[in-house]
């Protein structure tokens, strides 16, 4: 299965890392382990993109109750980082300036513990985050471009 | 000994490393580690070596067609004793199923076949099932979701269902199978002698014209204890249509899966009533119906029941509010043996959460596993969530994700966990934002209480 050498890169150095206690992961870290993927990873399975990539991300994990939403951005991690040099909306939140791909896994079923199944749905949106240290460390939500 | 790996990218001498370990493992699982044909060559030796192999699991690897007769090759030996073989996503196509064929036929230790994710199509799964009709094959658990059958499957399957009375479960949600093709298999099954256990037909494109059919196994297979219908356009006149095989004395089930199935206030009548008077009936999954208010307010009446011994209910994103708390509450003072209660994606709001507190607080109140995830709570309800949280002894799970609970709120949740009488093992926090300060109490606190698990 062809898996983006640099998305496993990432992945690997993050749990060794959070494994060996030496260096704890970062909250900006954890946001990218979570939801970027860029360029989008391509599964085995297209149906099962959403359980593939929470597993691989350690997002569902044994011991972990399944993650009800999920989203996995498709732009850069730079991209995302302009998002905090914008200007707050009213909550606080910031929104990129462009909208990107995204997919939003929902849980699907009766399920909390793995293995956990969900459905997905492509968009292209805005997202939404909050940012600590211009860094973004949580996503809020994700917004359609104003027609 | 067991090896158990997941999302692990293999150097070959990891692999190498590995292979030496699991000469003498019982169960081996290797899922989504990139592995390929050439390692089937590998595991086929593994096989082999190890008689006392009795799990394999490998799962989310492109093995193909041609990894799956390398590993048979092994699994055809005389020595080998496999009982649980899984290889769902394995890119296995009908090419595979002749390979397979042989195995069900030559093993009978194999007990356990998952084969989803894989496109074997009806022609690939009709040479299974031929596999499945000698009397060796000793089948108990077989897995086909997403295996792109049709309903022309159903005629061999209930051929090798005929002669196999050892088959305990049966799975092929998410095949496009229709209403003809289930109430064919229905009829098959209720001629079967075979004592079914479990059978999920989730997205199988059934609607109320096979539930009748359906009804008919719930109310001649005493055996069957787990159904699931989810992801169903069975509507409310389905509904009614399967609670007369639920309600039939010879049904003994325990888990009954509805969820997504377009039932609406109108079916909680008859759910009602299969609640308060199936006492096998241990959990039940309701997510995303609209039952809205009233409907859950008929739910609630039945659980006062005594004869309700439901310990499991989910009514996740079943189009509740505040509203339906007070019955909700007044439920939970009453009922002893509801155990995990699932009610988050509801708009609930603090006030609806503070009333369910006080339910939950009664001593009558034994649940172990609350939900509460997206239901428009804020800090306010979470002074009286943290006095449930350490006055409750039996609670040990609860799930506050995506509430804009605000530092306020978590500080609150973590004093409640700090206290020694607390006894909320797994909080579960996703997605909520929340400022350095409490990222770092958050830390302290399952470094402090090592068997809190902080989950975000």
Redesign the interface.
């Known amino acids: 299965?062809r898996?983006s050498m640099a998305g496993?890169a990432l992945?690997?150095v993050l749990v060794l890392a959070a494994l060996a206690g030496t260096v704890a992961e970062t909250?900006y870290e954890k946001f990218l382990r979570q939801h970027v993927d860029h360029p989008r990873t391509s599964t085995?399975?297209a149906?099962?993109y959403c359980e593939?990539m929470l597993?691989?991300r350690?997002v569902t994990?044994?011991?972990?109750?399944c993650?009800?939403?999920n989203t996995f951005v498709h732009a850069s991690a730079e991209e995302l980082v302009a998002a905090c040099s914008q200007a707050p909306d009213a909550t606080g939140f910031h929104s990129t300036p462009t909208a990107m791909g995204l997919t939003v896994c929902r849980l699907?079923?009766?399920d909390?513990r793995p293995p956990c199944t969900y459905r997905s749905r492509q968009l292209q949106h805005h997202v939404r985050v909050?940012c600590?240290n211009g860094q973004p460390?949580?996503?809020?939500d994700t917004y359609a471009p104003p027609q | 000994m067991e090896l158990d790996i997941q999302c692990e990218e293999m150097s070959p001498s990891r692999w190498a490393e590995l292979l030496s370990t699991m000469k003498s493992c019982k169960t081996i699982r290797l899922d989504d580690c990139n592995l390929s044909s050439s390692s089937c060559e590998d595991l086929c030796s593994i096989i082999n070596m190890n008689p006392s192999l009795t799990e394999l699991k490998l799962n989310n690897n492109e093995l193909g067609d041609e990894g799956i007769e390398y590993l048979c090759k092994g699994l055809l030996m005389p020595s080998c004793s496999l009982q649980k073989l899984w290889l769902q996503n394995c890119n296995l196509t009908s090419a595979s199923c002749e390979t397979l064929r042989s195995v069900l036929s030559a093993q009978p230790s194999l007990t356990e076949l998952h084969v989803g994710d894989n496109k074997l199509g009806t022609a690939g799964v009709k040479v299974l099932c031929q596999g499945m009709m000698n009397p060796n094959c000793k089948l108990q658990k077989l897995q086909l979701e997403y295996c792109e059958l049709t309903a022309d499957i159903v005629e061999p399957l209930n051929a090798a269902l005929q002669s196999k009375p050892t088959l305990k479960e049966l799975s092929l949600s998410n095949n496009t199978l229709g209403d003809t093709a289930v109430k064919q298999l229905c009829w098959g099954l209720v001629e079967a002698s075979c004592n079914l256990e479990l059978l999920h037909l989730e997205n199988c494109g059934i609607t109320s014209d096979s539930c009748r059919e359906i009804s008919a196994v719930l109310s001649n297979k005493s055996s069957l204890l787990d159904l699931s219908v989810g992801d169903n356009k069975i509507g409310d006149s389905g509904l009614a249509l399967l609670c007369q095989g639920l309600m039939h004395p010879n049904c003994k089930i325990q888990k009954l899966w509805l969820w997504d199935c377009d039932l609406t206030s109108a079916s909680c009548k008859d759910l009602s009533r299969l609640i308060s008077t199936k006492e096998t009936l241990t959990e039940i999954s309701l997510i995303d119906n609209n039952l809205r208010d009233s409907g859950m307010e008929m739910l609630c009446q039945a659980l006062k029941d005594p004869k309700s011994k439901l310990q499991e209910l989910w009514v996740r994103e079943c189009g509740l509010t505040t509203a339906c708390c007070k019955a909700v509450s007044s439920t939970l003072s009453v009922n002893k043996h509801l155990k995990v209660l699932h009610i988050g994606e509801n708009k609930l709001g603090d006030a609806g959460v503070e009333l369910m507190c006080e339910g939950l607080l009664h001593p009558n109140c034994n649940i172990q596993s609350l939900w509460l995830g997206n239901c428009d709570l804020t800090a306010a309800c979470c002074a009286t969530l943290a006095t449930v949280m350490a006055t409750k002894q039996c609670l040990t799970e609860l799930d506050l994700s995506y509430n804009s609970l605000e530092d306020e709120g978590i500080r609150k949740i973590c004093e409640a966990l700090r206290n020694p009488s607390c006894n909320v093992q797994q909080l579960i926090l996703y997605d909520i934002f929340w400022s350095s300060e409490v990222d770092d109490e958050l830390r302290a606190l399952e470094e402090s209480k090592p068997e809190v698990k902080i989950i975000s």
């Open positions: 299965m898996v496993w992945c690997m909250r085995l399975a149906h099962r593939t597993a691989r350690r994990a044994p011991g972990r109750p993650k009800p939403t699907r079923g009766r909390t909050s600590l460390v949580h996503l809020a």
